[in-house]
């Protein structure tokens, strides 16, 4: 019983520490979109220590990364086409 009352306040300590950590490190990114930083960098730092304990941070750095690639792939996609003409 006091292994599970551990495990118990364990598990909440330690979503809470992430909760807190990783809300910090977002909340600096969303105000380096305006002050000047690396905000594209902090943002998904942020929301991948989400993404440890938060299934909703993890769908997010998701599609952050999808963008990210796609954007990547049709900046390529156009450099190659400027380079044959």
């Known amino acids: 019983m006091l292994k599970r009352a551990v495990d118990i306040t364990y598990r909440t300590g330690r979503r ?30 942020g929301l991948a220590i989400l ?17 990210i690639s796609r954007r990547g792939a049709d900046s390529r996609a156009k450099r190659a086409e400027q380079h044959r003409q």
């Open 16 to 45: 809470i520490v992430i909760g807190v950590v990783g809300t910090t490190v977002l909340l600096i990114g969303i105000i380096m979109l305006v002050t000047p930083g690396p905000a594209f960098i902090v943002i998904p730092v």
């Open 51 to 67: 993404a440890v304990e938060f299934v909703w941070a993890k769908r997010w750095l998701a599609k952050i990364r999808e963008v």
